[in-house]
């Protein structure tokens, strides 16, 4: 017996929604999508089986050891996907060559990782994300990080903070050590990780002191504005014009970022992501009440190249369980009613009869109709529809269905009224109350 309970719980990390709790995700979902189609993203699908060549190319050391992967009945490595922007830059390469530049797309999908399964981390998760391809401007990276504040206080999320870093400034520090791009992921993957100390070790391998310092430097600009360590970086990077170079850049995002809001952003210069694609600037949202990124994005203009197309790209991806956790998200006001329909005898006409009303019935803007199925008096019945909190009954027997006639029962105060089938679409919610 304890066998069989056991087995039939969902695996450790894979969760269960119900009604009640889906709702949320899917008004968060909802909302989100909206407002990535607003600013012109069209949704995308991509497959949730990849082949592991794919995804390998790019996913990251940290994401690459916690893949569900296995070999399908041909024999082919496969994984659950672990992340969507390398498909979804696939999908651009391969079947939207023609489009005008940007391509602007978006994708809600589940992702899989094997992670340790705690609050907020799951082994099973949605994705809500979107990319832009073909931009290298720096509009193309504000349009981005603004998208995603905007999606943050579409769902009610105000209280927030922006943490910025840039792979391009570390990256090309490191090429000035020659240190190739295969060891730069692997440092980068350390600094993701806060293997601060390994990192160190592994670039005093290189004998570098130089840069040694200018990473001992910028570890110090964590938590500040560019303001507090302009001083700072400009004197660490004034020896590497091409970081300089996207200093500038992200001068630009902080100003941005200064007037859209405010105190709530810092950079950090030390900061990189475990994901190898990226390129430039990079940032992670937070919310005060979750110790965990409830979304990550940035620059990777390299990535569609290795797919076959050279096109420059930018992304963000918002994690839908970690929203659902943030007890600042407000689900729209539960606008509509609950009318049950109670069907007295279940004869075959009084059936078709209370269907036929029930068709009528949902043209009414905002009415769900629960139609009653689990027999009884109808005492019981109303005492069923009081606890599904449902604001009036249809009540629909053998007479209404002859006399054309429906009768509906006020649950507030337990007035009842007949309707001809007609009147009743346009008189319902006036009689329940608005
Ligand atoms: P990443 O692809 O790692 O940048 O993740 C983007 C977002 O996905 C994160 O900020 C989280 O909100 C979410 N996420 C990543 N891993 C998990 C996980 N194991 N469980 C739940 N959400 C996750």
Redesign the pocket.
Known sequence: MNNVKKSIEPLR?FRELTPEEYKKKKFIIESISELFEKYGYGEVETPTVEPLSLIELKVGEE?RHRMFRFKDLGDRDVVLR??G?ISVARLVVNKMKNEPLPIRVSYVAN?F?Y?E?QK????E???I?FEHFGSRSVVSDIEVINIAIEALKKIGIEAFRIKLGNEAILRRILSEANIEQKEQDLLLGMLDRGENEEFFEKLSEKGEEKILNVFRELMKTKESSIGESEQTLKKILAEFPAALEEYERVRIIENFLEWKVGGKYYFDFGFA???EYYTGIIF??YVPELG??????GRYDSLCKLLGRDLPAVGF???????MLSSQVKTAKQKSKKVGVIILEEDVETIKYAFQVVEQLKEVENLNLEIDTMGGSLGSKIERALKKNEEAIVIIGKKEQTEKHVSVKRLRDGVQKSFGYEELKREILEFIGQ
């Open positions: 990390g994401i672990p992340e922007t992702m990782r992670d399964p907020g981390r799951y082994r998760f949605t994705h994300g992501r475990g994901l992670e949202l965990v990124a409830v979304g990550g994005g991806a918002l994690g839908v369980d970690r929203l």
